[in-house]
Nanobody
Framework: QVQLVESGGDLVQPGGSLRLSCAAS????????ISWYRQAPGKQRELLAS???????TYQHSAEGRFTISREHANNRVYLQMTYLEPEDTAVYYC????????????WGEGTQVTVAS
């Protein structure tokens, strides 16, 4: 399986931008899809965007147009570029990997905090 570590969370002003990074280690060649989720206080974890092993990206409504997911196979990283951030984007952002190694597996990172406030 794989281990995931998120980084890049910060305090940013409304309208600002931020790039999150997800570093994967372990059996990275078994990963099919990496996704970004977020969870705001008192709310359920929400899927934002996913990218598969050939670079096809999909976005949920809340991320489309403002967020961009990208993948660098060479250094086993997936990024989430976020623009025009709003206070409603304040949440813990998580990286998730789905892959296959003798069986399907699912791995989560510990999350990184993003706070949007003036």
């Amino acid at each position: 399986q794989v281990q995931l570590v998120e980084s890049g969370g910060d305090l940013v002003q409304p309208g600002g931008s931020l790039r999150l990074s997800c570093a994967a280690s372990g059996s990275t060649n078994t990963i099919y899809t990496i996704s970004w989720y977020r969870q705001a206080p008192g709310k359920q974890r929400e899927l934002l965007a996913s990218i598969d092993s050939i670079g096809t990206a999909t976005y949920q409504h809340s991320a489309e147009g403002r967020f961009t997911i990208s993948r660098e196979h060479a250094n086993n990283r997936v990024y989430l570029q976020m623009t025009y951030l709003e206070p409603e984007d304040t949440a813990v952002y998580y990286c998730h990997a789905q892959g296959y190694q003798n069986a399907w597996y699912s791995s989560w990172g510990e999350g990184t905090q993003v706070t949007v406030a003036s």
